[in-house]
C-alpha cells in the first residue's frame, strides 16, 4: 500500500522507489506482482507518465485511508501522553480561511510543530472522502448530510455603502428603497440579487435588487464599495474593517440580513483522531464567544 501511494504521490516509479529507498526494479515487481494478485490492472504505463485505472484510483483511495489510520493507530500508543504529530488536510473558504484561520493554523503549527497541514483554501464544494480531507470548514445553513458537524461561530451579513454613495443617492429608509439603489451582489450565491432579511418586527421579507455589479470576489466586491459604486450585502466577517474606519457606513442596520454559521465537518470515519479532533477543538476554542468582527460598535 505504501508503494502504490508513493508511485501515485510522486508521479513516477523511479521517483517511489527513491522514496522508498528500493531499486526501481523492486517497485515494478511488487506493483505487478499486486496486479496479478488482485487481478486487475491499477496503474496505465506510458513512457512519458502513469494513470491510475478506475480500479487503481479506488484502490489508492483506500491506501490512503488505511495508513492514515495507521499511523493514528500507532501515534496513539506510542504518543499517548506526547506531541501530537502526523498530517491534517484541511479544506477551506477562501476569504474567512485568510482572513481569521490562517492565524489559527499557525498558532496551532506553533504549539503543535509536528503536525504537517495541507490547506485548499476554496469556496467550491469538496468530497471529503473522495478527495481524502480530514475535515473542512464551511460557511452554510448545512442540510442533512452523512458528515458531521460542528458549529464554530455564527456568520452574519450586513447591508453597507460609502459615505460618498449615500450622500449622493439618499440612504434607503426601507428594504423596498434598494430597489432604486444601485448593487453589488457575490455572483457564487444562488440568486445574487434576491437579498432576505427579517424586518425590526421580526417578520422576513425580501427585495429583489438591481445588480450593476457581481462577482465572485468579495474583496473586490467591497473596493468597489468603498469607491462608492453601490450598494453591498456581504459577511461581516470581512466588512468589519471598513465599517470600523468609516468606509463604509450601514444600511438598515435595524434589519437581519442573512444568518449563515461556520461549522467544522468531518466524515464519520470509525474513530476521530487526535489531531482533528484537537485542530478542532483549538478553532472552537478561539471562535467562541461573540466573533471579533461583529464587535464593531455602533455605525
Avoid at 506553533?110 to 473522495?130: C, K, Y
Amino acid at each position: 500500500m505504501q508503494m502504490v501511494v508513493s508511485v501515485v504521490e510522486s508521479g513516477s516509479i523511479s521517483a517511489a522507489a527513491e522514496r522508498l529507498n528500493l531499486a526501481k526494479s523492486a517497485v515494478s515487481r511488487r506493483l505487478a506482482e499486486l496486479e496479478a494478485r488482485l487481478g486487475v490492472s491499477l496503474i496505465h504505463r506510458t513512457t512519458r507518465r502513469l494513470n491510475l485505472t478506475d480500479s487503481g484510483r479506488a484502490y489508492y483511495d483506500r491506501c490512503v485511508v488505511i495508513l492514515a489510520d495507521v499511523e493514528e493507530a500507532e501515534s496513539a500508543l506510542s504518543q499517548a501522553h506526547q506531541a501530537l504529530k502526523g498530517g491534517l488536510k484541511v479544506a477551506l473558504p477562501h476569504a474567512f480561511g485568510l482572513q481569521h484561520l490562517a492565524p489559527l493554523i499557525q498558532e496551532f503549527m506553533t504549539l503543535h510543530p509536528e503536525v504537517r497541514f495541507e490547506l485548499d483554501f476554496n469556496d467550491r464544494q469538496i468530497d471529503l472522502m473522495q478527495e481524502g480531507f480530514d475535515l473542512a470548514i464551511r460557511i452554510a445553513t448545512l442540510a442533512d448530510s452523512s458528515l458531521i458537524a460542528r458549529r464554530l461561530a455564527p456568520i452574519r451579513h450586513a447591508v453597507c455603502a460609502s459615505p460618498d454613495y449615500l450622500a449622493r443617492n439618499g440612504t434607503p429608509k426601507i428594504a423596498s428603497d434598494m430597489t432604486r439603489h444601485v448593487c453589488l451582489a457575490y455572483s457564487n450565491l444562488s440568486d445574487p440579487g434576491l437579498w432576505s432579511y427579517r424586518g425590526p418586527d421580526g417578520q422576513p421579507g425580501s427585495v429583489r435588487v438591481p445588480v450593476r455589479l457581481a462577482a465572485s470576489s468579495g474583496d473586490f466586491l467591497i473596493r468597489a464599495a468603498i469607491a462608492g459604486e453601490g450598494l453591498i450585502l456581504h459577511p461581516t466577517f470581512s466588512l468589519y474593517e471598513a465599517l470600523r474606519s468609516g468606509r463604509l457606513v450601514r444600511v438598515l442596520a435595524d434589519h437581519t440580513w442573512l444568518e449563515l454559521s461556520a461549522y467544522a465537518v468531518y466524515p464519520p470515519t470509525r474513530h476521530l483522531s487526535s489531531r482533528v479532533r484537537a485542530f478542532i477543538d483549538f478553532v472552537a476554542d478561539r471562535l467562541a464567544g461573540e466573533p471579533c468582527w461583529d464587535r464593531i460598535g455602533p455605525t
